[in-house]
Nanobody, 117 residues
């Protein structure tokens, strides 16, 4: 069992930056695929970025060059640095940890990010 708690959301103007952090419990966290997803009102939840235990990173095309995912295995945390934010980035952001791409895994409670124009 893995518990995930997100923090760092908020309101920011377009062009600004936010850093989201996800704190995980459980000793198996470092073996899991960790990622950030987001869900905007009326839309499906979508992958923002994920990172495999081996270090492979995937980003959604819409955030490439603006967002950076990182993990600290010693602290059991995964962060999402978001720069040059746009109003379309407004969503609830969720942290996720899973054993394989086909596994739904564990979810945090979500943190709201609102970008004003």
């Amino acid at each position: 069992q893995v518990q995930l708690v997100e923090s760092g959301g908020g309101l920011v103007q377009a062009g600004g930056s936010l850093r989201l952090s996800c704190a995980a419990s459980g000793s198996t966290f470092r073996f899991l695929i960790i990622g950030w997803y987001r869900q905007a009102p009326g839309k499906q939840r979508e992958l923002v970025a994920n990172r495999s235990p081996g270090g492979s990173i995937k980003y959604a095309d819409s955030v490439k060059g603006r967002f950076t995912i990182s993990r600290d295995t010693a602290k059991n945390t995964v962060d999402l640095q978001m720069n040059n934010l746009e109003p379309v980035d407004t969503a609830v952001y969720y942290c996720n940890a899973r054993t394989s791409p086909s596994d739904s895994g564990f979810w945090g409670q979500g943190t709201q990010v609102t970008v004003s124009s």
